[in-house]
């Protein structure tokens, strides 16, 4: 919620034992700090930031005037309360990305192969492979069959135009003998 609060001002609104609580939660030191101890976090976070978030809420009904005092009075304002519900609602989200990155780094690793393997045939299923040609024989350079089509001539015209050569030079001939 909102923006993110500075360690001093969280150490001035907070008890010594919840800073303490929240104080692994922080950057460098919340990376030292083992998943099963993060696990443990969540929950007391959860729980501080819950009863800030009533304590705030019921704050607000009785400056309003909609609620009477519950017990004896809790210290500070409703103002104070959703500072203090915003600090533990940060640390809170601080321990849940930091399991999340760990949860998938583990699942990272513990799948690797796996993770690789199904890559690869995502992969491979892109491309069509076809079986290498392997060798072949040298046979120098191979025909390549005319795509015109062929022309199919009877047979009683083959060699007419040659005739008709021959008939006209007769011609010829005979006017000039």
Same mark, same amino acid.
């Given at each position: ?67 009477? $005092?519950?017990? %004896?009075?809790?210290? #500070?304002? &409703?103002?104070?309360? =959703? +500072? /203090?519900?915003?600090?533990?609602? !940060? ?41 290498? $040609?392997?060798? %072949?024989?040298?046979? #120098?350079? &191979?025909?390549?069959? =005319? +795509? /015109?089509?062929?022309?199919?001539? !009877? ?23």
């Amino acid at each position: 919620m909102g923006m993110s609060v500075a360690c001093k001002f969280e150490r001035s609104i907070l008890s010594h034992e919840e800073y303490e609580a929240i104080r692994l939660t922080h950057h460098p030191a919340i990376y030292s700090v083992e998943v099963s101890e993060l696990e443990a976090m969540r929950p007391r976070l959860r729980k501080m930031r819950d009863k800030e978030r009533t304590v705030g809420r019921q704050k607000q009904r009785e400056s309003r005037g909609k609620a009477e $005092a519950r017990g %004896t009075s809790f210290p #500070g304002t &409703a103002k104070h309360a =959703s +500072e /203090r519900k915003q600090v533990f609602a !940060a640390a809170l989200k601080r321990v849940n990305t930091e399991l999340k990155l760990q949860h998938n780094l583990a699942a990272r690793t513990a799948n690797v192969e796996a993770a690789r393997k199904a890559l690869a045939l995502h992969r491979a299923a892109n491309f069509t492979t076809r079986p290498p $040609a392997g060798a %072949t024989a040298g046979d #120098g350079m &191979a025909s390549k069959p =005319s +795509e /015109r089509r062929r022309k199919i001539i !009877a047979g009683a015209k083959i060699g007419r135009i040659s005739q008709a050569t021959k008939v006209a030079q007769a011609v010829r001939d005979a006017r000039g003998a």
